[in-house]
């Protein structure tokens, strides 16, 4: 009992010490040099999800679940099985839908045991080396046909090792109250996005044109380069909460009052952002499947002419994440001048918002050209480039916003709980809105997907009032 005030100062000093050091390092852009690795590291490891990915669906309905393939791959009988069991029979092109939800969603709910490892066992820097060795070696099993199943389990619980950990050691790189965390989770968002802008051109063109087996191997070989850049710049990183509580021989602090009030308060809004992450990854999904059937992909200048591959489409969205993010933060700086840029809730209202307008541009898209015939690319290029607007406003605002407010002794946990939303809605939810995708028609799915995010913005604004006190806080 006579060393515990001891042993909370020692504890205080050494967390104010290793803050300190980090507002205070500049290497990467006016920002300390660990930052760059959790960059790079995040930049493979989206190169190898989106990678992946861009690939999946396509590999399913044109390949792997046709007859004379979808014999030899293990354990289909039972997952098709599992899923016929509440949904019917099921055709080749829902129940690849399915499948791709299941794996986009689970691979969002393993985050909740890798932060919780991370915060109470490990460390977040042991675990997420640990999610990327399990990560490179899912891709590398998803070369062989058979090996489906067990390999996107593989990649699952990687991710979930993974996701989480990186995440919120970017806010650990500040020291409470640090202006530039903001800005590094947007940088560190730009990383996410060149990772996903060059694995479709790369995986999935080996994919297409190579052999399906090809671009998942890429994918693998992009977890590789993660886990070399995370090596080389491991002594950068900022120490664990976990590892400076047990060096200062620190008890684990229950939650106060005020602490779970914000737990509340992020866990609120997890219910409309799934709705939003629903809409979100029909890119994925649906969207594929329309740029390969109903739209017309040629390029023709006169001189030279081409034709887009589908997969490259999924490029569209990271590309313009590089163009729009300085005109949003030029934009917001602006506002802040003025006293008024939106604040968080706000910011996301916006979102959900453009979700709704680049659906309702799809909708008017496949009336002017009818049911049956095919829409020119530039379409799905202006719905990207609204979504994407959207996007800034919503996704890299919440990371920031999580790891900003989350208690401390948990804050992975918490980040985690940031992808509840996209495993109930990037996962299951899209996946079985998109089992409709065969049965209506074209026109009203998107008017379906532009009212589900529109509702999802509503949600959010009715909660701006009662949350605002709590976030601002």
């Not at 460390?123 to 590398?140: D, E, N, P, S, T």
């Not at 985690?416 to 065969?438: D, E, H, K, N, R």
Request: proline share 5%; with cysteine.
């Amino acid at each position: 009992m006579d060393d515990a005030p001891h042993e909370s100062s020692a504890v205080t000093s050494l967390d104010r010490s290793a803050g300190s050091e980090r507002a205070t390092s500049r290497g990467f852009l006016g920002h300390p040099p660990g930052l760059s690795i959790l960059f790079g590291t995040e930049m493979w490891e989206r190169f190898s999800y989106y990678g992946m990915r861009s690939l999946l669906v396509l590999y399913l309905t044109q390949y792997l679940l046709l007859p004379g393939h979808v014999e030899g791959v293990w354990g289909y009988a039972a997952i098709k099985s599992g899923f016929e069991f509440f949904s019917g029979p099921l055709d080749i092109q829902p129940l690849s839908s399915l499948i791709y939800g299941l794996y986009t969603g689970l691979i969002y709910m393993t985050p909740l045991l890798g932060g919780w490892i991370a915060d109470r066992l490990l460390g977040q820097k042991r675990v997420v080396i640990i999610g990327i060795v399990l990560m490179a070696f899912g891709h590398f099993m998803m070369a062989f046909e058979t090996l489906l199943f067990p390999a996107l389990l593989l990649l699952v619980f990687g991710g979930g090792m993974f996701k989480p950990n990186t995440t919120s050691q970017v806010g650990s790189l500040y020291a409470p109250g640090d202006t530039r965390r903001d800005s590094a989770y947007s940088i560190f968002y730009v990383g996410i996005n060149i990772g996903a802008f060059l694995s479709p051109l790369v995986c999935g063109t080996l994919g297409e044109t190579v052999g399906w087996h090809y671009g998942f191997a890429a994918a693998g070989v992009g977890m590789l380069f993660a886990l070399a850049v995370y090596l080389w710049g491991f002594n950068t990183l900022p120490e664990d909460q976990l590892t400076r509580s047990v060096q200062a021989h620190r008890r684990r602090e229950p939650l106060t009052r005020e602490d779970w009030r914000a737990v509340w308060a992020l866990l609120i809004l997890c219910i409309p952002v799934t709705l939003y992450w629903a809409c979100y990854e029909q890119q994925g999904n649906t969207l594929a499947l329309f740029a390969a059937d109903n739209t017309d992909r040629r390029i023709n200048l006169g001189f030279f002419e081409t034709e887009i591959p589908v997969t490259w489409f999924q490029s569209f969205n990271p590309l313009m994440i590089f163009a729009f993010t300085p005109l949003a933060l030029a934009l917001w700086t602006s506002q802040a001048k003025r006293g008024t840029e939106p604040n968080s809730i706000q910011k996301m209202t916006i979102g959900c918002v453009a979700m709704a307008v680049a659906n309702l541009l799809m909708a008017g898209a496949v009336v002017l050209t009818g049911e049956s015939g095919k829409t020119d690319w530039l379409w799905l290029f202006a719905y990207s480039a609204i979504l994407t607007w959207g996007e800034i406003h919503l996704s890299p605002i919440g990371l920031s916003l999580y790891s900003r407010v989350s208690p401390p002794q948990i804050v992975s946990t918490m980040i985690a709980v940031s992808f509840i939303p996209l495993f109930l809605g990037g996962g299951f939810l899209q996946g079985w809105l998109g089992t409709y995708w065969s049965s209506m028609a074209k026109e009203d799915f998107f008017l379906m997907i532009a009212a589900i995010s529109g509702g999802a913005g509503v949600i959010i604004w009715l909660f701006n009032r009662p949350l605002k006190p709590i976030l601002k806080g």
